[in-house]
């Protein structure tokens, strides 16, 4: 089996903080050395809040049944609320998803119309006496499964004719993901046995990320690689192996633990390791697993021929 060697990399990312003022503010006399800001009421703003760079996640709970959520949130920037209902129209912007592509090298696309539905034709309602609406939106949380779907959104009208649509917050693109229990980022405390590359069956720390594959599985994520692969120890080095990706299944009523191989070039079979209480623990959200492939018959460990991993995988939090 060939082993793939790879230099990893780490990216140190400097983050500037910026104080954004928005265009229903305006300025009032520097007194004492002190700026102040105060509201203008003439000046109204339709805005969809959220993050500067313009993205939002959602991500659903694993299922087969639809769920109705929240997709966007519409605020009114005013002095006031609003004083009558009011209606916002929203628009799709495919051009959202090819930039944010462009700019990271991922291949987000739109879900096809027919796995899901906004609700009222893309229109959402301020409710009078309220600054805040919701644009809705229903599917079915599996349908997101083995995707990278994605909706750009922006704002096209507003009832009230006295309301200005926001310069800077005007657009969003929503990432659609979808977890389940078991989603998340872990700490790999893991040990590696190979005859030649570690015989010593060597021990290893590292983060990984499991990713949602089904109601009840997720496939790991190795964030140092960049990729789904299990990291293994060549020597004292990570390394990996092509064509093995590690997809984890947890049975929901006995908490046990299988593994395979997932990866959809790969022909290496991978048995659960004799005599170990492979399983979920989900006190610790931690999964214990043994796993490999070239055992002797019956799965027994066999020094000349096995490769084998033994993975401790505890849950630090959501990615």
């Given amino acids: 089996m060939y082993i793939k060697k790879h230099t990893l ?3 140190v ?65 005013a002095d006031k609320p609003a004083a009558q209902d009011m209606q916002v129209t929203l628009r799709l912007e495919p051009s959202l998803i090819a930039d944010y592509n462009t700019a990271n090298g991922t291949s987000y696309s739109e879900p096809p119309a027919s796995v899901y539905t906004i609700a009222n034709n893309m229109v959402a309602t301020i409710p009078a006496g309220s600054r805040e609406g919701y644009l809705k939106m229903t599917m079915i949380p599996d349908d997101l499964i083995g995707h990278e779907y994605a909706l750009g959104f922006s704002i096209a009208s507003v009832s009230d004719a006295g309301v200005k649509i926001s310069g800077n917050f005007s657009k969003q693109l929503v990432l659609l993901g979808v977890k389940n229990a078991y989603d998340g980022i872990y700490t790999l405390r893991g040990a590696f046995y190979h005859p030649s590359a570690s015989p010593g069956y060597g021990k290893y720390t590292t983060t990984v990320e499991l990713h949602t594959t089904g109601a009840n599985s997720v496939n790991l994520f190795w964030p140092l690689l960049g990729g789904y692969a299990h990291p293994i120890l060549s020597g004292t080095s990570f390394s990996y192996f092509l064509g093995q990706e590690s997809g984890y299944f947890i049975d929901p009523s006995t908490k046990q633990v299988s593994v395979s191989n997932v990866s959809p070039t790969g022909t290496i079979v991978y ?11 989900p006190a610790t959200k931690t999964i214990y697993a043994r796993f490999g492939y070239n055992y002797s018959p019956g799965g027994v460990f066999n020094a000349a021929t096995t490769r084998e991993w033994t993975d401790t995988l505890i849950y630090t939090g959501p990615r």
């Fill in 13 to 77: 990312s400097a983050f500037i903080l910026a104080i954004l003022l928005s265009g229903c503010l305006k300025d009032k006399e520097v007194d004492g050395g002190q700026l102040g800001i105060q509201a203008d009421p003439s000046l109204r703003y339709m805005e969809i809040p959220g993050p500067v760079n313009g993205i939002n996640q959602v991500n659903l709970d694993a299922g087969a049944a639809a769920v109705t959520f929240n997709v966007l949130i519409l605020r009114l920037a």
């Fill in 271 to 281: 048995s659960m390791g004799v005599g170990y209480n492979s399983r979920y623990d």
């Fill in 9 to 11: 990399k780490y990216t």
